[in-house]
């Protein structure tokens, strides 16, 4: 069976039918969904709340059990909306360390990678 997809996904008020349709929404559609809310001073700056989030950009952790970590972000899980911070590590039964992955709202974006000049 094919997954189902509809641009008009936002339309509908049933939560299971927005669920889906994000779920099965492709790649460059998921990419759009990983954004995070800027820190007050790059919301001055930039004179916007949100940014997409990139590889190099330094956050902060607001939810969870990390609370309070700020790192770089390391890699980008677009398809499951997660994205993996510098210092943000579970330990594994066996004793070994873990990335332990992060939904793009539980962060706020303190610095960004100004490194291609088209993004600022």
Do not use: C
């Amino acid at each position: 069976m094919t997954k189902q997809y509809s641009k008009q996904w936002n339309t509908s008020t049933k939560p299971a039918k927005q669920r889906k349709y994000r779920d099965n929404a492709p790649l460059h559609v998921k990419d759009k969904f990983l954004n995070a809310r800027l820190s007050d001073g790059l919301q001055e700056e930039h004179d916007t709340k949100k940014a997409r989030i990139r590889k190099g950009d330094t956050v902060r952790v607001e939810r969870g059990d990390h609370k309070g970590t700020v790192g770089d972000v390391k890699d980008i899980d677009r398809s499951r909306e997660r994205i993996t911070i510098e210092g943000v590590e579970t330990e594994k039964i066996d004793g070994s360390a873990a990335q332990y992955p992060i939904h793009p709202s539980n962060v706020t974006i303190t610095d960004l990678d100004d490194t291609d000049d088209t993004r600022l």
